[in-house]
């Protein structure tokens, strides 16, 4: 299974298998580090991103096509690998700017929820 699909799978137990501790995630709003803050916010993301379909595939980059709120959108995805196989840095992208927004105000509210 690759992160891209645990994300949108909302795979905990894979994610945690796939991310060190020290885990870094350069998110289109800010920087996170650490498993167990980029998990929770990785299944936030899974449950926001839909209809997610792998567009292309380069050495450790993913691009794909997704809707979020029924609007399309267009994402990167960058996973840098540590010695052990394990992803230690990721960094994610989506475009435009205005389904960007829509994705960074759902989250939001999905992430006050207790």
Excluded: C, K
Excluded at 15 to 25: P, S, Y
Excluded at 83 to 94: A, F, P, Q, S
């Amino acid at each position: 299974m690759t992160l891209l699909e645990a994300i949108d799978r909302q795979d905990e137990e894979a994610l945690v298998q796939m991310l060190v501790d020290d885990v870094v995630f350069h998110s289109p709003v800010q920087t996170y580090r650490g498993r167990r803050r980029v998990l929770r916010l990785f299944v936030a993301i899974g449950g926001i991103i839909e209809n997610l379909s792998v567009t292309r595939e380069l050495d450790g980059v993913t691009f794909f096509a997704a809707t979020v709120e029924e609007h399309p959108v267009d994402g990167v995805i960058v996973a840098g690998e540590v010695e052990d196989g394990r992803i230690g840095e990721v960094t994610l992208m989506l475009r435009p700017l205005a389904q960007l927004q829509a994705a960074v105000a759902r989250m939001t509210r999905v992430l006050a929820e207790p």
